[in-house]
């Protein structure tokens, strides 16, 4: 307790014995005369002062007591802290109003190999990986536009021996009170192993879809098959149990007996068409050529429908790597469907063009009826035909053909106008 009046103490006792030696010399051995008012004045005040500045010397001397725990708490707290900045999982960043590091914690050095010294007083969009540079140049500019005060950003960071790493950012951002940008400290948190999850988890549920897809196409081509196939076997039953009955042959009987098998070969030959692996042989031929070839074949029914064929043909031969028969089935398949679909009297027109310079679209277009919108998305499917007696197995595999020669079908097509159909192939063009 006393510790806290060792300057008032001290300067009591000095002034005591000084004061006393002073009388001693001045009215003892000189014997000067005492002077009670001037006397008493003069050493109130000097007392006065001697124990003001005790006083100052013992405050002096317990602020400076405080002040040095102080500095202790603070450094030891800044210990505390530094170690719980520097042991931190995520990685702690601070930066200055023109973007550049004030202050990391050791996390950087395990997620991208650089040191913290060396990246001290660089600028933060140096460490973001070459092809996102854009978006941290897009996230600053939009911090300055919209002062916005918090910000998360998935980004990557170049790590210093090549490569990147995938990170999350969730900084904080302050301003001045002229409403510039200030400072800027957020954290970097790892997140490849989330997103590799996030990726596993979507490539399961994608491969789940696909396998029930395909298990709903088997279940829908089974029952399609059951009822392309049974259809005949029910009337070639029914007539072989009336030729069994009748004890004779009957050859109008044989004759539908027949063509039921017929239908029955059929669909397994379209069946085995779209499922056997194509293994062709892609040759130069002129598409021109080919049209030409599948015109003459069928001129004859577009002439007993009563309908013209316009071919605006090219001035130059068009090349395409292709197996020539299988794209003449493709032409013979779409042309029969448009003659069909017009019925009676009507047009159809084949235009080639080579609008890119890699690909050959050719339209082959009608006035028939059209097809609804409806029906066009399930143009293709296996089994499926609005023809009272169609397989549904022709266009699925005119789409498989060009698929196979890398190019698409696409369909186009308004009620009571007509329908277009583009087929589009890769050209040829290396001399042989």
Not at 14 to 35: C, E, K, P, Q
Not at 209 to 218: F, H, I, P, Q, T
């Amino acid at each position: 307790m006393l510790k806290n009046y060792y300057g008032r103490i001290i300067a009591t006792t000095f002034f005591i014995i000084a004061f006393s030696v002073w009388n001693i010399i001045y009215y003892g051995l000189n014997g000067y005369r005492f002077n009670i008012f001037l006397d008493s004045s003069y050493t109130f005040i000097l007392a006065i002062i001697v124990w003001w500045l005790g006083s100052y010397f013992d405050r002096s001397k317990l602020l400076y007591e405080n002040l040095r725990k102080s500095e202790e708490n603070i450094k030891k707290l800044l210990d505390e802290t530094d170690y719980i900045f520097d042991n931190l999982d995520q990685v702690v960043f601070q930066t200055d109003k023109s973007g550049q590091i004030t202050k990391l914690n050791q996390a950087w050095v395990n997620l991208t190999g650089y040191k913290v010294h060396e990246c001290i007083g660089s600028q933060l969009t140096f460490f973001i990986y070459h092809e996102d540079e854009w978006i941290g140049n897009k996230m600053f500019s939009d911090l300055t536009a919209s002062k916005k005060s918090t910000m998360r950003q998935e980004l990557r960071l170049r790590k210093i021996e090549g490569g990147y790493v995938l990170v999350e950012m969730n900084c904080k951002v302050t301003y001045d009170s002229f409403g510039q940008l200030f400072s800027t400290v957020g954290t970097f948190t790892d997140i490849t192993e989330r997103k590799q999850s996030e990726q596993e988890i979507l490539q399961l549920n994608e491969n789940l879809a696909k396998r029930s897809e395909k298990l709903r196409v088997v279940s829908q081509l089974s029952a399609a098959i059951a009822h392309e196939v049974r259809n005949p076997l029910t009337s070639i039953s029914g007539f072989i149990q009336l030729l069994n009955e009748q004890k004779q042959i009957d050859h109008e009987y044989i004759e539908i007996i027949l063509k039921e098998i017929a239908k029955i070969e059929l669909v397994i030959a379209d069946l085995l068409t779209l499922s056997k692996p194509q293994t062709v042989t892609l040759k130069k031929y002129d598409l021109i050529q080919i049209i030409d070839y599948v015109l003459t074949l069928i001129k004859p029914m577009a002439q007993k429908h009563r309908i013209v064929i316009k071919f605006n043909k090219a001035d130059t031969p068009i090349w395409v790597l292709a197996e020539e028969n299988q794209l003449k089935l493709v032409f013979i398949n779409i042309i029969k469907n448009a003659i069909e679909a017009i019925n009676y009297e009507g047009v159809i027109e084949i235009v080639p063009s080579l609008a890119c310079h890699d690909f050959v679209s050719i339209y082959i277009k009608d006035n028939g009826p059209g097809i609804p919108e409806e029906i066009i998305k399930h143009i293709g499917q296996p089994f499926y035909s609005t023809k009272d007696k169609g397989t549904g197995l022709g266009l699925t595999t005119c789409f498989k053909i060009i698929e196979i020669h890398k190019g698409k079908i696409h369909i186009t097509s308004q009620v009571k106008k007509g329908t277009t159909i583009e087929l589009i192939l890769p050209q040829y063009l290396r001399d042989e």
